[in-house]
């Protein structure tokens, strides 16, 4: 990520298949907000691979918002038996 601030810092705008190649290797990587502001300074928005990498990351974020709401609540009504209940 630092490279990616120094380039923009300097004024060099890399090409499209370069942004969305270090991107995905951003999501492979967990971690999607270093994605999506690769992305977004992306000046060809309506290319394929450019809307594939946004539709991933929203994806990616909602699917984390759901597992920390699930968290957070701990559904008490679950199917699954807690471990504690099995154990003792």
């Known amino acids: 990520m630092d490279v990616w601030k ?3 810092e ?3 705008i890399p090409m499209r298949r370069a942004v969305t190649f270090a991107a995905g290797l ?3 990587q967990n971690a999607p907000h270093v994605a999506f ?5 992306v000046q060809q928005q309506n290319y394929v691979s450019v ?4 539709v991933c990351i929203t994806f ?3 699917a984390l918002v ?6 957070y609540l701990k559904l008490s009504d679950s199917p699954k038996p807690s471990l504690c209940t099995t154990m003792l």
Not at 51 to 54: A, S
């Open 6 to 8: 120094e380039l923009k």
């Open 10 to 12: 300097v004024g060099h």
């Open 26 to 28: 951003a999501l492979n």
């Open 37 to 41: 502001e690769m992305i977004s300074g």
């Open 51 to 54: 809307r594939n990498l946004k």
């Open 60 to 62: 990616m974020y909602s």
């Open 66 to 71: 759901v597992r920390r709401i699930r968290m």
